[in-house]
Structure formats: structure tokens, C-alpha cells
């Protein structure tokens, strides 16, 4: 049976309203995580109010050995 671990990265949406993410800073992130063997399985967006972003929240696995 396969097993696996999980990580839960949080990306900063900044901003007097929320909704500014800094793309190259994320993009970072991503690469730095998958040079580590993670994978990412699912981001979504956390609101604030009004519909506004405040969090990026990605999630990955990476298998067990």
C-alpha cells in the first residue's frame, strides 16, 4: 500500500482588499517545493469578505518510502 505525507503552503494575498499575489514569488515557491518532491494536488482561494482573496491555499504529497 502506497502512503503518502501532506503540506499545506500559504501564499499571501496582500493588498488593502486582499487579491495581490506576487506571481514570481509564488512561482518560486511551486518550483522549489517539486524540486523536492512535492506535488502539488489543489489550490484554492480562502475569501476575506466581499469576495475579496486573502489566502492561497495549495496543498501537496509526496510518497512515502
Known amino acids: 500500500m502506497e502512503r503518502y505525507e501532506y503540506k499545506t503552503l500559504y501564499t499571501d494575498a496582500k493588498g488593502f482588499l486582499g487579491g495581490k499575489i506576487d506571481q514570481m514569488e509564488l512561482h518560486n515557491e511551486l518550483n522549489d517545493l517539486g524540486s523536492k518532491g512535492w506535488e502539488l494536488v489543489s489550490t484554492v482561494a480562502a475569501a476575506q469578505s466581499y469576495g ?14
Not at 489566502?55 to 504529497?61: C, G
Open 52 to 65: 475579496s482573496t486573502r489566502w492561497l491555499i495549495s496543498i501537496f504529497k509526496r510518497k512515502l518510502d
